[in-house]
């Protein structure tokens, strides 16, 4: 994807959800429609997918932290809501699958490292949205929360192995009442060390 239309996705993203947010009596909802709204005109038009799909997420997601940053909100506090956005956007145009619940994850801990967010208290914010999420997507609890746990790995390993350890103790408990099982290669395997 070409930087210009990496910086419109973000740009687009981050308007969207300033102008939902402002005036809105339900933030946590008008934060999770922005989100699958400005998803759902990101991706209705594209056959991306695979890394294409999760880069055209992780900038859509990156505006919408970025604006929730912008309007002094918690970035941890709105992870949740942001995933079901995510979820539910990918899922109106026929994309929602493991991959883009962990590439939505992945984003949100990236991007709460960017505004200067707590990274778990992202990840389990977002792994919380993806249980929450997760029937209206056609998905156990359990897989949801295990791509978004994975998918959290992910972008924390991507900030330091400082917010990977925080991460990583957070996503390893219970969440909503679900028991997150990660998936390989994130369970023993930290940055810098060699996969057994």
Same mark, same amino acid.
């Given at each position: 994807m070409a930087h210009r239309e990496t910086k419109d996705l973000v740009a687009e993203a981050e308007n969207s959800v300033i102008k939902a947010i402002h005036g809105a009596g339900d933030v946590a909802g008008a934060i999770a429609d922005a989100t699958s709204h400005t998803l759902v005109r990101t991706l209705q038009s594209t056959r991306a997918t695979g890394s294409e799909l999760g880069g055209m997420i992780r900038d859509t997601l990156q505006g919408t932290i970025q604006a929730v940053? /912008? +309007?002094?909100?918690? +970035?941890? !506090?709105a992870a949740s809501s942001?995933? %079901?956005g995510a979820l539910? &956007?990918? /899922?109106? +145009? &026929?994309k929602a699958s493991a991959e883009a619940v962990s590439a939505s994850a992945a984003a949100l801990v990236k991007g709460a490292a960017d505004v200067g967010g707590d990274v778990g208290r992202t990840a389990k914010g977002a792994v919380a949205g993806a249980i929450?999420?997760?029937r209206d997507v056609g998905m156990t609890a359990e897989r949801a929360a295990s791509a978004a746990a994975s998918g959290a790995l992910k972008g924390a390993g991507e900030v330091s192995s400082t917010a990977l350890d925080e991460v990583r103790e957070v996503v390893t408990k219970t969440i !909503?009442? %679900?028991?997150v099982v990660i998936t390989e290669p994130?369970? !023993? %395997?930290?940055p810098g060390e060699k996969k057994e």
């Open positions: 940053a /912008q +309007v002094g909100g918690e +970035v941890e !506090s942001i995933m %079901v539910r &956007g990918t /899922q109106q +145009v &026929g929450e999420g997760a !909503s009442g %679900v028991k994130f369970r !023993s %395997v930290r």
